[in-house]
Nanobody, 124 residues
Framework: QVQLVESGGGLVQAGGSLRLSCAAS????????MGWFRQAPGREREFVAA????????YYADSVKGRFTISRDNAKNTLYLQMNSLEPEDTAVYYC?????????????????WGQGTQVTVSS
């Protein structure tokens, strides 16, 4: 079992920055790809970013490319999402997830463990 706990969300003005963290426990996640997803009110969950187990490869949704950066510190069993130039459209609950079987994926249903989420609100 893997437990994931996100932190770092909050209220920020448009153009501002936030850094989300996702701390894993119960099992080392250094061998597994991880990802960030988000869900806004009334909308389906959507892919934000994903990173390979080594951190050598990363993938982004077009809507966040160039603004968000995913990274990981395997020594700390922690995943990060640096979010810059935030827009009101980025307002959502952000979830981290880990996939223990298979390669890095943009598909939420292929991930096995999820955190409880952290709220990000961007005001205009």
């Amino acid at each position: 079992q893997v437990q994931l706990v996100e932190s770092g969300g909050g209220l920020v003005q448009a153009g501002g920055s936030l850094r989300l963290s996702c701390a894993a426990s119960g099992r080392t996640v250094s061998n597994y790809p991880m990802g960030w997803f988000r869900q806004a009110p009334g909308r389906e969950r959507e892919f934000v970013a994903a990173i390979s187990s080594s951190g050598g490869n990363s993938y982004y949704a077009d809507s966040v490319k160039g603004r968000f950066t995913i990274s990981r510190d395997n020594a700390k069993n922690t995943l990060y999402l640096q979010m810059n130039s935030l827009e009101p459209e980025d307002t959502a609950v952000y979830y981290c997830a880990v996939r223990v079987v298979g390669p890095t994926s943009r598909l939420g249903h292929e991930y096995d463990y999820w955190g409880q989420g952290t709220q990000v609100t961007v005001s205009s």
